[in-house]
């Protein structure tokens, strides 16, 4: 597959990474305004680094676009006449509809809207995936990209923003989720060291066990929670203290947030 990834940024990197982890690209460009910081690529032979839209596009099969929100439409007007019959273009531009990417290169186009989140970089990101009608054609391509670097599901358009939150966004949610755990463990004794080393698996632990168990999270509660013990004063104490419901508060805000960028 040659790939281009168009806006080599946060997201952009670490798609790039997941795909050259594993082993996804027989060649990759990627293309951002200042390529200095992007230097250690090259040590890949396979991966060439320009800041020309153009070259990367015709060059290219697989094309995905992670630029913000603002670019997206100038850059894809500057390499519309490129495009051709088997071009597979992904956008993981947030708010940027199918339709508005029809009305700019066509609805003849495959064209995929992915919403993945930085773990893509290690092989774990959950990625969320939409198509218009000709795209259809190419979303178990798209889902075979992702798979290799997480999981992949296919939803409706209209979740797309929503997924946005949980998937994306929720990397920084469950890092500070992580973070606090640290802080309580090194009031607890822990140095800063081992207490994120404690607090990251014990995460990587309740997720697989979900994962694996395919069991709902309360009945693994109930499974830790021994009667008059302390994980149950602990969970009540931190629902006394809103936990749940700040949670969802947080991810509406968010989703909020999404809804007036987009509109704006
Ligand atoms: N950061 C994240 O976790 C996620 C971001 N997204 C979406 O992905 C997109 C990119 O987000 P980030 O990576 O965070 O932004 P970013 O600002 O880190 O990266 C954008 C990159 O595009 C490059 N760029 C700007 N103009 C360009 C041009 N004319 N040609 C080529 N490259 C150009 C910039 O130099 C920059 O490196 C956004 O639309 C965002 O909504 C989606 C999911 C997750
Ligand atoms: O914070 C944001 O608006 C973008 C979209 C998802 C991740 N970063």
């Not at 990834?5 to 200042?34: C, D, Q, V």
């Not at 839209?53 to 519309?80: K, M, T, Y």
């Not at 495959?110 to 009608?133: D, E, F, K, Q, W």
């Not at 994306?168 to 755990?181: C, D, E, N, P, Y």
Request: with cysteine; glycine share 10%; hydrophobic share 40%.
């Amino acid at each position: 597959m040659k790939i281009a990834i168009i806006g080599a940024g946060n997201l952009g990197l670490s798609i790039a990474e997941g795909i050259l982890h594993s082993g996804g690209a027989t060649t990759m460009h990627l293309t951002r305004r200042n390529t200095a910081s992007l230097s250690h690529f090259e040590e890949y032979g396979n991966v060439h680094i320009g800041s020309d839209n153009r070259a990367a596009v015709a060059a290219s099969d697989i094309l995905i676009f992670a630029v913000q929100p603002g670019h997206f439409q100038q850059i894809l007007e500057s390499v519309a006449d490129l495009l051709h019959d088997n071009h597979v273009i992904i956008s993981t531009i947030t708010g940027f509809s199918i339709e508005r990417i029809e009305q700019l290169i066509g609805s003849d186009r495959y064209i995929i809207r992915a919403m993945p989140n930085t773990a893509i970089s290690v092989g774990h990101s959950m990625t969320c995936l939409c198509a218009n009608t000709a795209g259809q054609k190419r979303l178990e391509l798209a889902g075979a990209i992702f798979n290799r670097m997480g999981h992949s599901m296919v939803i409706p358009e209209a979740r797309m923003q929503a997924a946005t939150v949980i998937c994306a966004s929720g990397i920084a949610f469950w890092m500070r989720l992580i973070r606090a755990t640290t802080q309580g463990a090194i009031q607890l004794g822990f140095d800063a060291e081992e207490a994120q080393k404690l607090a990251m698996h014990t995460c990587r632990g309740a997720s697989e066990l979900l994962i694996r168990s395919g069991s709902h999270p309360e009945a693994e509660i109930d499974r830790v929670t021994t009667p008059m013990g302390c994980t149950i004063e602990g969970l009540n104490e931190m629902e006394h203290q809103g936990l749940s419901s700040s949670l969802i508060r947080g991810i509406v805000s968010s989703y909020d947030k999404i809804s007036q960028i987009r509109k704006g």
